[in-house]
T-cell receptor, first 114, second 111 residues
Framework: DSGVTQTPKHLITATGQRVTLRCSPRSGDLSVYWYQQSLDQGLQFLIQYYNGEERAKGNILERFSAQQFPDLHSELNLSSLELGDSALYFC?????????????FGSGTRLTVV | DQQVKQNSPSLSVQEGRISILNCDYTNSMFDYFLWYKKYPAEGPTFLISISSIKDKNEDGRFTVFLNKSAKHLSLHIVPSQPGDSAVYFCAGGTSYGKLTFGQGTILTVHP
């Protein structure tokens, strides 16, 4: 158990719909990172939040948005879903490892858009 | 702009032999590099890291080599075991904590 919790594990929805993915970082971790892993793609950085504020943005579509709440859990909202949005979505919190940082990942949410 | 590249989508190795996974990067600002391992239906897990000021880091069967002049790093697994079969991601990191990942390499270790 990494300590990073993601729900739901699986989600099947139709095109045009909206879904919300949820992430609870490890206790005490202030950062949350969201990544997307599509078929044949690596881990694409979407967005980072730190203590409730957006810290960095990556290749996140305008149809996607995220927020981090006072209790530090985060939600990733995906709207007007398209078939190409089918992917694994991971969140991670960062952990200090000596002079560097690493990520602890959740087990992911598998989104299937039909 | 792919700052971290893993040009080999897959690698197949016999059990007991060496597995060498390669990674190239373009961003000279990375302070450190990490390797992650991912099994199906699980999130990536940290494997080993190396500071940009080092050229080698070893942890048991896993060794990471960094060639800064070539902007290249590699992960050596010796000896390879069937349980090592997974997707391996390399990543570059900066001092403010953001990681940039490569596309991943699928390693298959045959018994």
């Amino acid at each position: 158990d990494s300590g990073v919790t993601q729900t739901p594990k699986h989600l099947i929805t139709a095109t045009g719909q909206r879904v919300t993915l949820r992430c609870s970082p490890r206790s005490g971790d202030l950062s949350v990172y969201w990544y997307q892993q599509s078929l044949d793609q690596g881990l694409q950085f979407l967005i980072q939040y730190y203590n409730g504020e957006e810290r960095a943005k990556g290749n996140i579509l305008e149809r996607f948005s995220a927020q981090q709440f006072p209790d530090l859990h985060s939600e990733l909202n995906l709207s007007s879903l398209e078939l190409g949005d089918s992917a694994l979505y991971f969140c991670a919190s960062s952990v200090r490892m000596g002079q560097s940082y690493g990520y602890t990942f959740g087990s992911g949410t598998r989104l299937t858009v039909v | 702009d792919q700052q971290v590249k893993q040009n080999s989508p897959s690698l197949s190795v016999q059990e007991g032999r060496i597995s060498i996974l390669n990674c190239d990067y373009t961003n000279s600002m990375f302070d450190y590099f990490l390797w992650y391992k991912k099994y199906p239906a699980e999130g990536p897990t940290f494997l080993i890291s190396i500071s940009s000021i080092k050229d080698k880091n070893e942890d048991g069967r896993f060794t990471v080599f960094l060639n800064k002049s070539a902007k290249h790093l590699s992960l050596h697994i010796v000896p390879s075991q069937p349980g090592d079969s997974a997707v391996y991601f390399c990543a570059g990191g900066t001092s403010y904590g953001k990681l940039t990942f490569g596309q991943g390499t699928i390693l298959t270790v045959h018994p």
